[in-house]
């Protein structure tokens, strides 16, 4: 018999360089259902799904496009809880995160000229061109982005996201 709750303990499975939460909430869904014979699990299922963000305006291919994704509460100006880095090919890069339940979200795509894993910076802010969620553009004037101001709504089972990096 299988054990539900050793199901939920173990880490994520990396899916497309990154860890999802969606990996450990579908193996507690999969043994939830092997422990009470599969009642009530498929709306469970329902709200997991892949979310695809496309990104585009890449100058050129040197380094690579960076995808964070972060939930709310997180710090958007920090280390995103889901990251994935993809090369660049005709000015895109597209990034999956397979497995993440609906909720509220929000997502920074930077292109990582220099390979180092962090937004660069100089005088002005930063130095490596970025793209946000929630239509989001920054300047001079917009302010900091936060949580608020770059969220939108994941709904399963698929959903992509489009971003135009600056």
Known sequence: MINPCELAMRPPDPVDGARTLGGVMRRTVVGLALAFGGAGTSAAADNIGDLTIHATGFAHAHGHAVAKLF?????????????????????????????????????????????NGVIDHGLLGPSEPLGFSGGFVLSLVSGRPDFE??????????????????
């Open 149 to 166: 101001r770059l969220k939108f709504d994941f709904k399963p089972p698929t959903q992509t996201l489009e971003l135009q990096v600056r």
């Open 71 to 115: 939930a709310p509460g997180d710090n958007v100006l920090g280390p995103g809880r889901w990251q994935v880095g993809m090369p660049i090919d005709g000015g895109a890069a597209v990034f999956r995160f397979k497995g993440l339940p609906a909720g509220r979200y929000a997502a920074v795509v930077f292109h990582d000229e220099n390979d």
